[in-house]
């Protein structure tokens, strides 16, 4: 024991320690931490998700991942960092961004393709019955392409210290397809800095090794899903959505459910 | 020595040129220009020699052409403002004879002189000769409406001390001080103590002393550089070799001259005659070449020439280098060049119109927005960081800029099935609806039949607000919907055409 201390010590010396494997410690990890200003997950994060690590939210449509990335956003600009989102889709809406406190002045926009049935340009991948083109041809595929290059293009840059990239449209296939390189690519880019980096994924895809998956909609002790006020038909309207978030993280030592409330805003 | 040249009828830059012809140690100070005459005794013989000379040198004989020519800087305004013709003062104290019978306005005058000179010295000198063919004026009018921080040399801050000049000057009147001579007689501390900082002022100009030095005017350099080559080159690599090549020199010397870049304009000489012109405006100044000709290289990846290019110039339009001030309290913001480099590089990967920070559009239609230039601001103080933690969460809405057709089953005027024709969407029975909610908005236009309407409502917005605004108007019922899965829904229904749409999923 006295010598695996001993060579552990010799690499924090030489600013190697990341190359360690085994548990961060409690104040290593809250030294780190870039808190989305929610008591509740910042407490069981240990301060929030890991800077110099790439993270990722991960779950269905309606179980609340987009709202924690937009409040981890808005988080990071309020604090005055400046912040990025790699819009694959170009699914943002700014007036929701700024209902979630997003201050949009520190946020860079990057809105790749909005593909949609009506557009001129028809992915056959989306199309019923019609099979997935494999290779790079396809608009849906283009697109990711892309919104990697430009999540490349920002993490080398080192401008933005919180950086989102959405892919939670991809379908599950397009994502499969993604290599896996390109995420040990990613987290090579994010070693060493203050920067975070979160994956928005429908399904857990890839995180680094001190990095926190966040599962949305998938506890079964915690109550997830849309919220409603109003009991009459007509008085009925939309409240919001109970988020179930499932942490993992096996480095950090975080495993465990939080239950979060997110209400809608009018004024979206 | 020092002398000062005004006149009525002859224009500011001839005086200038008159000046320049004498001496390079000059100031122009609105319609004055004052000059350092020290060293031109052995040029030209004794002040009145040295004066003579100066009345010469504006070149017209009919134009009234005031000189003053005295030991103190003040001095010599004062003569000319207040004397007509050539008027020569060696000594200290033949200058205090001199000044006193001029009236009290001239030192009104002189501050008035001093205010537009402070104007003139924040707004950018004229632009020198290059033969360049672009409108100069785009950056530098830019500048010109910066506010600066000093309120002394803004145009509302001019207007204010022109009033306060006025309020003091009446106030002298009512005391029955006319002359110079009279209020330089007067006691400075009992003047200090009823006009203030102005009184105290006024009564060392009064006496002829300087306050301030001569602050001399440099003429802006050109910044410019042009490459003939011998063959005629395409692609970008061969040119970014070139581009290098002239962009270093000027990246010294804008260094040696302590300015940075502003706009960085780039020609290129076609083979077909024609000239491909680039003007590429930088956020902030900048002088580091590599950072140059990397955006002006991704700009000319955005915007590449049509033929072979066998002559490439480039002018760098200058400005004051950026100072920064570090802090200790506060997170460092990203440097300029990292920002635009980071923007270029992304711009040219997305494409125009992809790349920014959003901003909200004062309009009630669903989704319009604005996209703006990202600058980062500086961090906010700590109050606003505390209010952040307290902040509830709020349920994102992912929106469908183009909406998804849907097929929706209406049953007692509510939407009870929901189908759409994409894959990864989850559809089937409605569980819970709300709504309708009705908008509509920009129907005036068609309204009023005058499509000139339509481009006032847009106005004052971004290219990309006025995209998303000057739309069609619109008239709709909106729902939340959550169906049989979980997923809950934003659905439109047009109501001229009863097209169910999916606007986009709560998240």
């Given at each position: 024991m006295a010598t695996k201390a001993a060579l552990e010590a010799l690499l924090r010396d030489r600013k190697l320690d990341r190359t360690l494997i085994g548990h961060l410690s409690a104040a290593s990890a809250d030294e780190a931490g870039s808190p989305l200003a929610l008591p509740a997950l910042d407490a069981r994060l240990l301060g929030g998700l890991p800077r110099g690590q790439l993270s990722e939210i991960a779950g269905a449509a309606s179980t609340g991942r987009t709202s924690l990335a937009w409040a981890w956003l808005s988080a990071a600009t309020r604090r005055g960092e400046s912040a990025a989102l790699i819009d694959t889709f170009d699914r943002f809406d700014p007036a929701s961004g700024a209902a979630a406190g997003i201050e949009l002045t520190r946020l860079l926009w990057v809105r790749g393709q909005a593909i949609s049935k009506t557009g001129a340009a028809v992915d056959p991948a989306w199309l019923p019955g019609v099979r997935m083109v494999s290779g790079p041809g396809t608009l849906v595929e283009r697109a990711v392409d892309r919104a990697l290059k430009a999540l490349n293009l920002v993490l080398q840059a080192g401008v933005c210290t919180a950086v989102v990239l959405d892919l939670a449209d991809v379908p599950l296939a397009g994502l499969r397809r993604i290599p896996a390189s390109t995420w040990l690519r990613v987290q090579r880019l994010l070693e060493g800095g203050d920067a975070a980096c979160v994956l928005l994924v429908p399904l857990p895809v890839a995180r680094s090794a001190g990095g926190v998956t966040m599962l949305t909609g998938v506890s079964d002790a915690l109550a997830g899903g849309v919220r409603w006020a109003g009991s009459h038909d007509r008085a009925r309207r939309l409240a919001g959505v109970s988020i179930a978030a499932r942490l993992v993280s096996p480095r950090r030592t975080l495993c465990g459910d939080v239950g979060l409330e997110a209400r809608v805003d009018p004024s979206i | 020595m020092f002398a000062a040249l005004t006149s009525l009828s002859v224009s500011?830059?001839?005086?200038?040129?008159?000046?320049?012809g004498c001496t390079p140690r000059f100031q122009p100070m609105g319609p004055v220009v004052l000059l350092d005459v020290a060293g031109l005794s052995r040029l030209f013989g004794g002040p009145r020699a040295i004066g003579d000379e100066l009345v010469r040198a504006v070149g017209d004989a009919r134009a009234a052409v005031r000189v003053g020519v005295a030991p103190t800087a003040t001095g010599a305004v004062l003569l000319a403002l207040g004397r007509p013709g050539l008027t020569v003062v060696a000594t200290a104290g033949e200058l205090a004879a001199r000044l006193a019978p001029l009236p009290v306005?001239?030192?009104?005058?002189?501050?008035?002189?001093?205010?537009?000179?402070?104007?003139?010295?924040?707004?950018?000198?004229?632009?020198?000769?290059?033969?360049?063919?672009?409108?100069?004026?785009?950056?530098?009018?830019?500048?010109?409406?910066?506010?600066?921080?000093?309120?002394?040399?803004?145009?509302?801050?001019?207007?204010?001390?022109?009033?306060?000049?006025?309020?003091?000057?009446?106030?002298?009147?009512?005391?029955?001080?006319?002359?110079?001579g009279a209020l330089a007689a007067l006691p400075a501390a009992e003047l200090s103590e009823r006009l203030g900082a102005r009184g105290r002022t006024w009564h060392r100009l009064a006496r002829g002393e300087d306050d301030r030095p001569l602050v001399a005017w440099v003429a802006e350099e050109a910044f410019e550089a042009a490459l003939d080559l011998e063959w005629p080159i395409e692609g970008l690599e061969p040119l970014s070799f070139v581009l290098a090549r002239l962009l270093e020199p000027l990246a010294d010397r804008l260094e040696r001259a302590d300015r940075g870049a502003a706009v960085l304009h780039t020609h290129l000489h076609l083979v077909s005659r024609d000239v491909h012109r680039r003007a590429l405006q930088l956020p902030a100044p900048m002088r580091d070449a590599k950072t140059l000709r990397t955006l002006a290289l991704l700009d000319l990846e955005s915007h590449p020439p049509a033929a072979a290019v066998d002559?490439?110039?480039?002018?760098?339009?200058?400005?004051?280098?950026?100072?920064?001030?570090?802090?200790?309290?506060?997170?460092?913001?990203?440097?300029?060049?990292?920002?635009?480099?980071?923007?270029?590089?992304?711009?040219a990967l997305m494409g125009e119109g992809h790349v920014g920070s959003p901003r909200l559009v004062d309009a009630w239609q669903p989704g319009a927005f604005a996209l703006a230039a990202f600058e980062p601001a500086p961090p906010a103080t700590g109050p606003a960081d505390a209010a952040a933690d307290g902040r509830p969460l709020t349920c994102a809405l992912r929106r469908f800029r183009l909406p998804v057709p849907a097929r929706v089953t209406v049953a007692d005027g509510r939407p009870v099935r929901l189908q759409v024709d994409r894959r990864g969407l989850a559809t089937g029975a409605i569980v819970q609806a709300a709504g309708p909610w009705r908008t509509s908005g920009h129907w005036w236009p068609a309204f009023a039949g005058s499509a000139a309407q339509a481009s006032t409502a847009a106005a004052g917005t971004s290219p990309a607000a006025q995209a998303s605004t000057a739309a069609a108007g619109w008239d709709r019922d909106e729902w939340d919907v959550v169906v049989a899965g979980g997923v809950a829904y934003r659905l439109s229904v047009e109501r001229a055409v009863g097209q169910w749409f999916i606007e986009g999923i709560v998240d």
């Open positions: - | 500011r830059a001839a005086l200038v040129r008159a000046a320049e306005r001239v030192l009104a005058d002189l501050e008035r002189v001093r205010l537009e000179g402070a104007v003139d010295a924040a707004a950018p000198p004229a632009a020198p000769a290059s033969g360049w063919g672009h409108p100069r004026d785009t950056h530098q009018a830019q500048r010109t409406r910066r506010p600066r921080p000093a309120c002394r040399a803004t145009p509302d801050g001019s207007r204010a001390a022109r009033a306060a000049l006025e309020a003091c000057l009446h106030t002298l009147h009512t005391w029955g001080i006319t002359t110079v002559r490439v110039s480039v002018l760098i339009e200058p400005t004051p280098a950026r100072m920064l001030q570090w802090t200790l309290f506060e997170r460092a913001q990203p440097a300029p060049e990292q920002v635009s480099t980071l923007l270029a590089r992304l711009t």
